[in-house]
């Protein structure tokens, strides 16, 4: 029997603001797709990958790609990922989990080139906004001398102390939802599907361009199924009716009703135990925990599953 790991999560409610979106000039926007016929804001799943990867580094996991605060760019040990012919004990977790792929231009003229890839095993969905963007921006001036390089008058160095300079950015106050999939018998040490879900749980810094925008990405939410059926059947099952202010998973029930999703296959985890969403999947014979709890005992089940 095959074991698949699926979870879909919701974030808090909070204030997005200049999460990879595009610059242009003096203007930073959201990304935005339409989402049931409506403009939402999204969250790109690399950027959602970037801060697992930070994380992976930062809780003393070595990762074959880290960012390298003084170059303000990405670094490599193993460029080549030539420590895959070494066995699994010399990968990195984030090639493991992420997959790779380099591709070098052929050596000689009319010859093919070569190309070294692995399809990454933990996939992430782009996080889509729980409500739709109402088109709130916000309009700021930095003090002047701030930001000297966007002075207006270049040629005159005191003009840069003395104009300010104007700037707006796209806002979504909001809570994101997204999912992920990952087979752990697939990984060359299948132990990082519970080391992944366990840094999930911790999800910070995800958005940001040229700083990082505080935003909570941490679950308030989260239903994890850890089952033999390869497809998910979970992703994107929170849905609000009131603005964000509550979460309900209407799809998730009615899968369960369906026995297309079975209670004993899932991990919930709720922030706030008392929200009737707690009481809702209770009434189906879901055990509802702390977010933390849950994602605990989901990891545990992993580990044993493996065994």
Known sequence: MTLHVFANIVTPYGTASNNRGEKGGNTTTLQKLLWKSQVHTT????????????????????TNRFWDDSEQANAWIDPEFKSWSEGKNATFIDDDLFGYMRADAPKEEA???????RRGILEITRAVSLTPWSGDVSFNAASPGAAPSAAKNKKDPESKKQNPVPYNAEIH???????????????????????????????????GNHGRFLYDFAPEMIVIRITDDPAPRILYCFDTEDGGKTVSADSLIARIDSGDVLASELFVGVSDLSLPIVESLKNKGVKV???????????????????
């Open 111 to 117: 010859k093919a080139g070569t190309a070294t890839i």
């Open 43 to 62: 969250v790109s799943a690399e950027s959602i990958r970037f801060a697992i990867r930070r994380l992976f580094a930062e809780n003393g996991e070595k």
């Open 173 to 207: 106050a909001t809570r994101y939802q997204f999912g992920l999939a990952m087979t752990p018998e697939k990984l060359a040490d299948p132990s990082r599907a519970a080391k992944a879900l366990n840094t999930i749980g911790t999800l910070r810094s995800v958005a």
């Open 289 to 307: 925990f702390g977010v933390r709890k849950a994602i605990a005992d989901a990891s545990d089940s992993i580990l044993k599953g493996m065994k």
